[in-house]
């Protein structure tokens, strides 16, 4: 789609979030198209109410004959297809179609909503569509590091986009925007309003020339009547769309506050327990990690770090301080703990162990937390030159991964030790979590002096301090990733993601209304690409609802059987993964909260058709295989299997029959997977 632009300064109302907030109209190509010309409301007048919420980005004639709503959200696949149909819209009606967008980021869409502010963020330079394009065309590096990429390549000033992205401001008006479509009944994504005219869902083109064209010719017979071009959407909009219609026009081009969403009540607040310093942990010590100080030091101090957690390097100025202070007394034990949610830490542990491979971890260590925003892979190699590495000789180390092995050994200790977040100290096994003051340090190692000169009184040598004081110290051997038992399943007629003949098979047993299913989703994705064709993933139903499972006690999913059926219905024509796609991006939506079972039974059947026929389905062979209850058979042995397996909520995995616990981490899984193709598990 070209995107040439042209600016509409506004005043926003206080009450809006977007203050300031500038709306971009884009130019349709082609010599046809009309540029809007630069408005500038005075400066000691009150914005007019149209103006209220302006700051939506809008796309195409500001008096279009057809108006289109997208209520979309940036990770949502199914958004992705919509965009690229409204794309088409737009070249095909470049002076007859306006769009407005609308976020409605998912709760179980992570980065749904960081994307939607950096795209609001991109709009106050008048670059929302450029972000817009770039989000959607590159859905699966969605990222903090990628947005500020993406901002650069379209020519944002970096430095204001930052500081937009962290406007408070910028997120109200996200919030906003999700409680309008809320209000309009769009709890999926994506959903449109073609003046009026509701679409829900990712149609193809074809639907939305039928609506254009319909809603074209009754805006050239309003305008033969006499109706003025800027009063068009309006009127048509509410003859579209009674029951709608006036919220459409109040909350989206009016600018009237929506109700609120309805927010979750807050858990009753508990004062923190304080923390207990007093326990020994066995703070294992494999004899890989840096260290610094004297080898038979007093006291040892184990510090579990990630180079890209801020109060990590925080705490670099108490551990001076107690050097300083103590001397040879102390030795400080570095140990690696990248936390998942860190990108970069990970990269930064593993170079810093390959400048110990030259003598150089401290002073790696010392540039890398004072350079925390610059640990993406390619800033390493700055750091090792400016620390007088052999370059070549970190980056083969870098490359082959040379010291993982290490920092699984730590990951693996801190696990075991109840060190889950960074900075973690243990100061002879006593734990002291967090960014903490030196005084705090100089408590705990006070006493430990005391102790340590106690045990040598009584014949221990100096340099076995440590170790006598860990001996039989406390820890939490962690339950086997895989249980013993392995359970007989009988894969034949389930889907499979992956070959039928892999050496690995995933059962995942699972429920279409359970929202942890839906968020286990990308873990399981991303293990069976990642194995080459070795990880099949294998879905098996066991829906929590009494309806069509009777060894559940109650109807706790009531939307669960239906969605199940058609399910099965779409393996049948080789749709099944669209079909558990698209069912988990609107299973709190695919049925109706409120009244009689057999009403919204009958609503939800209809949204079923609605994704069938989004996915390509052949809709009337699905529901006459839905009517003929062709799934009894498979939907009998799944639930016979789940319960002999031990099977009890969703979801329930099981790898090579056996039931696994080891974490929905895609590197933990990968672990227990590559044990297994090994031999060793």
Not at 45 to 51: E, L, R, S
Not at 113 to 142: C, R, V
Not at 397 to 404: A, D, G, P, S, V
Not at 413 to 423: F, V
Request: glycine content about 8%.
């Amino acid at each position: 789609m070209k995107k040439d632009t042209a600016i509409i300064a506004i005043i926003a109302v206080a009450v809006l979030a977007f203050v300031g907030g500038s709306m971009m109209n884009k130019k349709a190509p082609g010599p046809a198209a009309q540029a809007a010309a630069p408005v500038q409301a005075p400066a000691e007048a009150p914005a007019p109410v149209v103006a209220a919420f302006a700051g939506a980005p809008s796309l195409g004639p500001k008096d279009a004959k057809v108006t289109i709503i997208e209520i979309s959200d940036f990770q949502c696949p199914f958004c992705t297809k919509g965009k690229t149909t409204l794309d088409e819209v737009h070249k095909l009606y470049p002076n007859d179609v306006r769009i407005l967008f609308v976020h409605q980021p998912l709760s179980f869409h992570p980065h749904a909503k960081p994307a939607a502010i950096a795209s609001l963020a991109a709009h106050k330079q008048g670059k929302f569509w450029e972000m817009y394009d770039k989000l959607f065309t590159n859905q699966q590096q969605l990222g903090d590091e990628s947005y500020k990429k993406w901002a650069k390549e379209i020519g944002l000033d970096p430095a204001k986009f930052e500081a937009d992205s962290k406007d408070p401001e910028i997120a109200k008006a996200v919030d906003r925007d999700s409680a309008v479509a809320t209000a309009l009944g769009v709890g999926g994504t994506p959903g449109f309003f073609i003046n009026g005219v509701n679409l829900a869902g990712a149609y193809p083109i074809d639907e939305f020339k039928k609506i254009i064209d319909e809603q074209i010719k009754k805006a050239n017979d309003e305008l033969g009547k006499g109706t003025k071009a800027a009063d068009l959407n309006e009127k048509l909009t509410r003859a579209n769309n009674p029951a709608l219609g006036e919220k459409i026009i109040g909350f989206v081009f009016k600018g009237d506050e929506p109700p609120k969403q309805a927010a979750q009540a807050a858990p009753p607040k508990r004062e923190k327990p304080p923390e207990d310093s007093t326990t020994v942990w066995k703070v294992d010590l494999h004899g890989d990690e840096p260290v610094r100080g004297a080898k038979d030091a007093l006291i040892t101090i184990v510090e579990f770090t990630d180079f890209q957690c801020p109060f990590c390097g925080k705490a670099r100025g108490a551990l001076d301080e107690v050097e300083k202070n103590y001397g040879d007394k102390v030795r400080i034990v570095f140990k690696n703990l990248p936390l998942d949610f860190h990108k970069n830490a990970m990269g930064a542990a593993e170079s810093a162990l390959c400048a110990k491979d030259q003598g150089k971890f401290w002073e790696m260590e010392t540039r890398q937390f004072a350079n925390q925003g610059e640990l993406d892979a390619d800033k390493l190699v700055g750091h090792a030159k400016e620390v007088g590495l052999n370059v070549a000789k970190f980056e083969a180390c870098l490359k082959e991964h040379k010291f993982r092995p290490s920092i699984d050994k730590d990951m693996a200790t801190a696990e075991r030790i109840t060190a889950t977040g960074t900075p973690a100290f243990y100061i002879m096994g006593r734990k002291l979590g967090g960014a903490r003051p030196y005084d705090d340090f100089k408590k705990i190692i006070d006493e430990e002096i005391t102790k340590a000169e106690e045990k040598i009184k009584g014949g221990i040598a100096k340099k076995d301090v440590y170790a006598k004081t860990i001996e039989s110290a406390k820890e939490i051997i962690p339950p086997p990733p895989l249980d013993a038992k392995v359970n007989d399943f009988d894969y034949n007629g389930s889907p499979h993601m992956g070959p039928r003949d892999a050496k690995v098979k995933i059962a995942e047993f699972k429920d279409f209304q359970c929202p942890f299913c839906a968020r286990i989703n990308p873990t399981l994705k991303q293990v069976q690409k990642d194995s080459n064709g070795k990880v099949a993933v294998v879905f098996k139903h066991f829906p929590l609802s009494s309806q069509c499972n009777k060894t559940v006690q109650k109807d706790m999913h009531p939307a669960a059987c239906l969605a199940t059926y058609w399910s099965m219905a779409a393996e049948e024509q080789g749709k099944f993964w669209e079909y558990e796609d698209i069912v988990f991006q609107n299973f709190q939506t695919m049925m109706p909260s409120d009244g009689e079972m057999d009403a919204r039974l009958k609503a939800q059947t209809e949204n079923m058709k609605k994704y069938a026929q989004e996915i390509g389905m052949d809709v009337g062979k699905a529901e006459a295989y839905v009517n003929g209850k062709k799934y009894e058979t498979r939907l009998s042995k799944d639930i016979a299997e789940a319960g002999a397996a031990g099977v009890r909520g969703t979801p329930s995995l099981y790898i090579n029959g056996r039931k696994y616990e080891g974490g929905i981490k895609p590197e933990k899984m990968a672990k227990v997977i590559q044990q297994l193709l090994d031999g060793k598990l």
